[in-house]
């Protein structure tokens, strides 16, 4: 009983640390695009919650925390099977949290959260329900999203491992019918992005966490310890890397398959650790310490990453900065008695959300960094100026 106290407790800190965070970003365009483009499940989920609590960046955010926090549980039941002391189960869940890419799926309204916590669910009813309501599921995730895509064709090839017919003729029907709905980009020829997917790869779990999760996943296939959850992972992840020698691809798209394998991974940590002497324990000790280290620094980083703004020279290279300025911009413009403009399209879209809709009689012009002295609208964050724009006034009579 206790450590499900304990589980709740992570969960109940990581939930209060990313609702502090919904007040510290603004809708971005991507989120924008979505919101109010052609309709989608997301589309839908973000609709109902902004209905509910207002349009407001805390409804905007509640259903990918809301995901989030769910797909911390289902880790948890799902690691039952892997990973026998729950305390061990508990530092699986703490990982989890701390991931940079999880942090990031838990804040934006993307499909990725929608994939990690549909994932989740297939696995956790795959260990312990019927086949019936897994092929129910995941007909329901083929209407969803796109995403699971990935999902459908590591699904095909494990019906073949296994020799399951009615498996096979599902998934591979499904796996047509999601490239049908929502297509997969194949073009382009080959221009080398297999390092940078690999980096992003190592941004998203950070450098230690990604090597090892790809070690498991190869070793496993030699020692013939395979199950539908490496599968899931390890295929997901192939498809990827060959798909990144000839076009850059998205890696939200595959990165939530290998969120997966964290059981795995948990699973094969422990297992070295135990068999070993105590003397001989110690960089297991350290790997750990260090990668912990590693998630600690990223996530302090994530938290209060307006203070890099103090260190930059381009505010526009912040990792966030696409996040910024919209909503401090609206309020910035309702404080002038300016309740629409007209501007980039980008930004457009983006004050929407903020009760700035769109006329002529403003038009909003952004600025050069270097040009505040000039403007008659600016931003700053921690003092620093990071955006400045005029808006110049049209007698329209």
């Known amino acids: 009983m206790k450590y499900r106290i304990i589980l709740f407790f992570i969960l109940g800190i990581d939930a209060f640390i990313l609702l502090l965070q919904t007040s510290e970003l603004s809708i971005s365009y991507h989120e924008a695009t979505l919101l109010y483009g052609n309709f989608s499940f997301l589309q839908l989920l973000v609709k109902s919650s902004l209905a ?3 349009t407001n960046d805390f409804g ?3 259903p990918m925390i809301t995901l989030h926090l769910l797909s911390g549980v289902l880790l948890y039941e799902i690691s039952i099977r892997y990973v026998e002391r729950e305390e061990n189960r508990l530092w699986l869940i703490l990982v989890f949290v701390l991931l940079p890419g999880i942090i990031s799926s838990a804040l934006l309204v993307d499909g990725a959260g929608v994939v990690i916590f549909g994932l989740l669910l297939f696995v956790y009813l795959n260990q312990n329900y019927s086949k019936n309501y897994q092929s129910i599921l995941l007909i329901l995730l083929c209407i969803i999203d796109g995403g699971f895509l990935y999902l459908f064709f590591a699904l095909s090839v494990f019906a073949l491992y296994t020799k399951e017919k009615n498996l096979f003729l599902l998934n591979i029907t499904l796996f ?3 490239m049908y709905l929502y297509g997969i980009n194949t073009e382009g020829l080959p221009k080398g992005h297999f390092l940078d997917s690999i980096g ?3 941004a998203i779990f950070t450098p230690i966490i ?7 996943l190869y070793r496993r296939y030699f020692t013939k310890n395979i199950d539908i959850v490496w599968f899931i992972s390890s295929l997901t992840l192939l498809v ?3 798909l990144s020698f000839r076009q850059r691809i998205h890696i939200e798209n595959f990165a939530p398959y290998l969120i997966v394998a964290l059981p795995l991974g948990a699973q094969t940590f422990y297992a070295s650790y135990r068999v070993r002497l105590k003397i001989f324990r110690k960089k297991y000790k350290f790997i750990f310490t260090l990668s912990l280290i590693f998630l600690l620094l990223n996530s302090f980083v994530v938290v209060f990453n307006k203070e890099l703004y103090l260190v930059l020279e381009n505010p526009q290279t912040h990792f966030a900065y696409k996040m910024h300025v919209a909503k401090e911009l609206a309020q910035e413009l309702k404080k002038q008695n300016i309740h629409c403009v007209r501007s980039k ?3 457009l879209k983006r004050l929407q959300f903020y009760g700035i809709s769109e006329c002529d009689t403003n038009i909003l012009t952004e600025n050069e960094i270097g040009a505040v002295k000039n403007s008659n609208v600016t931003i700053s964050y921690k003092k620093i100026p990071i955006y400045s724009a005029n808006v110049t006034k049209i007698n329209t009579k």
């Open 52 to 54: 509910l609590f207002g």
């Open 60 to 62: 905007l955010r509640f």
């Open 176 to 178: 047509f019918i999601s």
């Open 200 to 202: 992003v790869y190592a």
């Open 210 to 216: 990604f090597i090892y999760l790809s070690y498991v």
């Open 240 to 242: 990827s890397l060959i």
């Open 345 to 347: 399209d980008e930004m």
